[in-house]
């Protein structure tokens, strides 16, 4: 068994506005033989958790540490689950990337199948996938594999493998690890087998700051009308601007690089690994050989081996705008602003219930039966569905969905309604706050 140990950095403020609390919260991400828990076997842990001596070393630049507990031998199976789960004894929340279907549901099999308590039990999950998964379109993401989100944030690997791909290398490892004349090719196989996973790790820690969306979508709800600044412009720019602070900053593209600590890691890590490969490349190549000119040495493994610091972000939160038609919502740093331009002119409200109107050419309006029944039948004829509506001049504001009433359009058929502008947000907080939501949610999550 290979044990090995790393200092890492995690921006906790995401994980605190999303109620959780660091010291409770671990990261983890599994390497397995297969699919399935029964005819397959755990080979590699990677996890990372708050460091509790970092307060008292004065580390703050350092606060987390990554450990990964690697099997050799498919007998070490129990060994390194058993170390997750004293890592696991201390935290009560469980940060994963598409675990909930995998990673998290395999390890309780395994557990199982060895005859062991599951570490997970009673813990909390969060997936990063599942919570940027409805942002999708927002983020113009085409993928939402771990490493495409990655790529969002300008978030650099070393490794290019897919866990997939590895398993084959794995096996060699394993198969071929005590024959002499394959010593130097086994060094390259567990390279490559550590730097995957340990950046699979290390990139969670780094995708932390993407919570900020969900809570972007949340600070929109009822709950935050209170501490919505309203600013209304006039004829030269006529809209109206709705502000709101968050509690961290929302993150954008933006270029994160290694420190030379963290450079080092990855160089040790992948010490003698073939790091370029093309697309549809196998590591192996059927005979056991791994492509690639093999340098350097890979750390003695007898030990644990502790490392220093690793990648951090060199960039600084950019403003980002994303927007439909009409409205926007635009955010820098933890400032956010919807701006809603105004709509002057004359719209028309229909009513549904069209076969209980008639329809007046002269006037351009409809009236109830009800009421149309005491006008001249000459100065009026059946409404349809395109006719069946009352004027109104005034100023108007978009929507999404029917929130507010009466709902105005141009067509009948139009999918975007408006409603007139009365009132400020402050006489009505509950009603302009699920507006406001509704049209962040519309911003963020139609094309």
Same mark, same amino acid.
């Given at each position: 068994?290979?044990?090995?140990?790393?200092?890492?950095?995690?921006?906790?403020?995401?994980?605190?506005?999303?109620?959780?609390?660091?010291?409770?919260?671990?990261?983890?991400?599994?390497?397995?033989?297969?699919?399935?828990?029964?005819?397959?076997?755990?080979?590699?842990?990677?996890? &990372?958790?708050?460091?509790?001596?970092?307060?008292?070393?004065?580390?703050?630049?350092?606060? +987390?540490?990554?450990?990964?507990?690697?099997?050799?031998?498919?007998?070490?199976?129990?060994?390194?689950? &058993?170390?997750?789960?004293?890592?696991?004894?201390?935290?009560?929340?469980?940060?994963?990337?598409?675990?909930?279907?995998?990673?998290? !549901?395999?390890?309780?099999?395994?557990?199982? &199948?060895?005859?062991?308590?599951?570490?997970?039990?009673?813990?909390?999950?969060?997936?990063?996938?599942?919570?940027?998964?409805?942002?999708?379109?927002?983020?113009?993401?085409?993928?939402?594999?771990?490493?495409?989100?990655?790529?969002?944030l300008g978030i650099e690997r070393q490794d290019r493998w897919s866990g997939g791909e590895l398993i084959d290398v794995y096996r060699s490892y394993r198969d071929r690890r005590d024959i002499l004349s394959e010593a130097d090719r086994?060094?390259?196989?567990?390279?490559?087998?550590?730097?995957?996973?340990?950046?699979?790790?290390?990139?969670?820690?780094?995708?932390? !700051?993407?919570?900020?969306?969900?809570?972007?979508?949340?600070?929109?709800?009822?709950?935050?009308?209170?501490?919505?600044?309203?600013?209304?412009?006039?004829?030269?720019?006529?809209?109206?601007?709705?502000?709101?602070?968050? !509690?961290?900053?929302?993150?954008?593209?933006?270029?994160?690089?290694?420190?030379?600590?963290?450079?080092?890691?990855?160089?040790?890590?992948?010490?003698?690994?073939?790091?370029?490969?093309?697309?549809?490349?196998?590591?192996?190549?059927?005979?056991?050989?791994?492509?690639?000119?093999?340098?350097?040495?890979?750390?003695?493994?007898?030990?644990?081996?502790?490392?220093?610091?690793?990648?951090?972000?060199?960039?600084?939160?950019?403003?980002?705008?994303?927007?439909?038609?009409? +409205?926007?919502?635009?955010?820098?740093?933890?400032?956010?602003?919807?701006?809603?331009?105004?709509?002057?002119?004359?719209?028309?409200?229909?009513?549904?219930?069209?076969?209980?109107?008639?329809?007046?050419?002269?006037?351009?309006?409809?009236?109830?039966?009800?009421?149309?029944?005491?006008?001249?039948?000459?100065?009026?004829?059946?409404?349809?569905?395109?006719?069946?509506?009352?004027?109104?001049?005034?100023?108007?504001?978009?929507? !999404?969905?029917?929130?507010?009433?009466?709902?105005?359009?141009?067509?009948?058929?139009?999918?975007?309604?408006?409603?007139? +502008?009365?009132?400020?947000?402050?006489?009505?907080?509950?009603?302009?706050?699920?507006?406001?939501?509704?049209?962040?949610?519309?911003?963020?999550?139609?094309?």
């Open positions: 068994m290979i044990i090995k140990q790393y200092d890492a950095v995690c921006d906790e403020r995401y994980l605190t506005a999303y109620g959780l609390n660091p010291e409770k919260t671990l990261y983890f991400d599994i390497e397995s033989t297969g699919l399935s828990p029964a005819r397959s076997h755990l080979y590699l842990i990677g996890a &990372a958790v708050k460091n509790p001596s970092a307060a008292e070393e004065n580390r703050a630049e350092a606060p +987390w540490t990554v450990y990964q507990y690697f099997s050799e031998a498919g007998s070490e199976e129990a060994e390194i689950l &058993a170390l997750f789960s004293r890592l696991c004894r201390n935290c009560s929340t469980l940060v994963q990337f598409n675990g909930d279907r995998f990673d998290i !549901p395999y390890l309780k099999g395994r557990a199982e &199948a060895l005859g062991m308590p599951s570490p997970l039990e009673g813990m909390q999950t969060l997936d990063l996938y599942r919570e940027i998964r409805p942002l999708k379109q927002m983020l113009g993401l085409k993928k939402l594999n771990q490493k495409t989100v990655e790529d969002f086994n060094r390259e196989r567990l390279s490559m087998l550590l730097l995957h996973n340990y950046e699979d790790v290390l990139g969670m820690l780094k995708l932390t !700051p993407l919570l900020s969306y969900p809570l972007l979508l949340d600070s929109m709800s009822p709950a935050a009308a209170a501490g919505l600044q309203t600013e209304v412009r006039g004829k030269d720019d006529l809209n109206v601007s709705f502000c709101l602070d968050l !509690p961290v900053p929302v993150p954008v593209r933006s270029h994160v690089s290694c420190s030379p600590e963290s450079a080092a890691i990855c160089r040790e890590i992948s010490a003698g690994a073939a790091i370029e490969k093309t697309a549809g490349d196998c590591p192996e190549n059927g005979t056991g050989a791994l492509r690639g000119d093999p340098s350097g040495k890979c750390p003695d493994d007898d030990n644990i081996v502790r490392h220093g610091n690793p990648c951090a972000h060199s960039g600084q939160d950019i403003p980002f705008e994303r927007g439909r038609e009409i +409205w926007s919502v635009s955010a820098e740093g933890t400032k956010v602003r919807l701006r809603i331009p105004f709509r002057e002119g004359t719209l028309r409200h229909f009513f549904k219930d069209y076969k209980n109107y008639y329809y007046f050419p002269e006037e351009d309006t409809a009236l109830h039966r009800s009421v149309a029944a005491f006008v001249d039948p000459s100065h009026r004829r059946k409404a349809s569905a395109d006719n069946c509506y009352v004027k109104k001049q005034g100023l108007f504001l978009p929507q !999404p969905a029917e929130l507010c009433q009466p709902a105005f359009r141009d067509a009948c058929r139009d999918r975007l309604s408006w409603f007139e +502008w009365e009132k400020q947000p402050s006489e009505n907080p509950d009603l302009f706050s699920f507006y406001i939501h509704s049209l962040v949610r519309a911003a963020f999550m139609d094309k």
